[in-house]
């Protein structure tokens, strides 16, 4: 279940610590101090320490799970409905015990999992990937792969991931030297399907609107908007069945990130994606940049966003908005262009800070 109150949902998906800096700050009068010191000490996944881990399921309530392993980066992002709810920092393979990159399932789950090849080791909440022993597991993170090949998670990180996932969900492993950037450098996009697969390009490739629902015919919706990138997406059951370009000129002004949860009711407004429909019911939760005051559950009810889709897209996308479709929209890029770019880090924050980072 979602929760209600928006305090528990001060949620932020943000990419660099320059552009933070362009972005609109937000009263002073209208957030807690505590709210305005996290915004303005945004950590990436490089300043987190060994056994550091981020989690908010709440960002994409349901939907399949993914897992993405950076071995450059010695970090892990969890992925539901193409959208990412969780990072952590890992320890993997040491030199000569080297973790495998490449596509993975989840073969077997064992909360008090014991080493069949190393003296009974302990394996709490170990996710099995191969049968010749590699697997995710908690276990001690001094900072550097010193694993026997096994991906190490924070214990209390791996008793939730523990708790989401199941049998057959995908985790990718990928290093820089054999696998995209997209892959090897992950960001607020899932880079692959909950099958593993590359998402369709998303970097200026595609100039056209494009749709195509039955790649994913159900499952839970989520839109992501990214004014930087000047695109939205939509992901369904973690497919992007569709994606457009925006109009600059229709684009309203909005600095921050806001998360925007659709309700069961409608107004007698006729919605401007499809005038020949009524206006759903949204609530919004500012995340980054934004009080609530100035999080406006009407984003899509004004004009300025969908005069910046195509017509026959926005009917489209009204067609499969259902209660529970959840919205983000921000200021920030979606993917990050490059691992060279060194202020492009996703990250993952909360308010009050500290609330749900936890060390282990």
């Known amino acids: 279940m979602f929760p209600h109150r928006p305090t528990t949902l001060m949620l932020a998906l943000a990419l660099a610590l320059p552009l933070l800096a362009h972005a609109a700050p937000p009263p002073s009068a209208a957030r807690p101090a505590a709210a305005a010191a996290a915004t303005a000490e945004v950590r990436g996944p490089t300043d987190l320490k060994p056994g550091e881990y981020l989690w908010h399921p709440e960002i994409s309530p349901t939907g399949p799970i993914v ?21 952590t920092t890992i320890s993997s393979g040491k030199a000569g015990h080297e973790t495998p990159t490449g596509v993975f399932t989840i073969l077997q789950k064992d909360k008090d999992h014991k080493s069949n090849l190393y003296n009974s080791a302990p394996m709490p909440y170990m996710q099995r990937l191969t049968w010749d022993g590699i697997a995710l597991h908690g276990g001690s993170l001094p900072g550097h792969p010193a694993s026997h090949g096994c991906v190490r998670l924070p214990q209390a990180f791996a008793q939730k991931l523990f708790s989401e996932t199941q049998r057959g969900d995908t985790v990718v492993v990928a290093d820089a030297k054999s696998s995209p950037m997209t892959l090897a450098y992950p960001s607020v996009l899932a880079p692959v399907n909950a099958r593993g697969q590359a998402l369709p390009e998303t970097e200026g490739a595609a100039t056209q609107a494009w749709w195509n629902d039955s790649a994913a015919p159900a499952g839970q919706v989520g839109i992501l908007v990214s004014l930087h990138d000047q695109r939205l997406y939509v992901l369904r059951d973690g497919v992007m069945i569709g994606e457009s370009p925006l109009k600059a000129d229709a684009l309203p002004a909005f600095q921050g990130t806001t998360l925007f949860v659709m309700g069961q009711g409608y107004s007698d407004t006729p919605s ?36 910046a889709l195509p017509a026959d897209f926005a009917r489209q996308l009204y067609q499969v908005l259902v209660p529970g479709t959840t919205l983000l929209v921000t200021s ?5 262009p490059s ?5 492009m880090q996703p990250v993952l924050e909360s308010e009050p800070p500290g609330s749900t980072l936890k060390g282990n």
């Open 67 to 87: 897992l993405v392993v950076s071995l450059d980066e010695q970090r892990a992002y969890v992925y539901r409905n193409g959208i990412a709810i969780g990072l």
């Open 272 to 307: 401007p994606l499809d005038a020949n429909q009524r206006l759903h019911q949204w609530t919004a939760y500012p995340l980054l940049g934004q009080d609530r005051a100035q999080a406006t559950p009407d984003l899509l009810a004004t004009p300025s966003l969908p005069m």
């Open 332 to 336: 920030l890029p979606a993917v990050r």
């Open 339 to 343: 691992p060279a770019e060194s202020g």
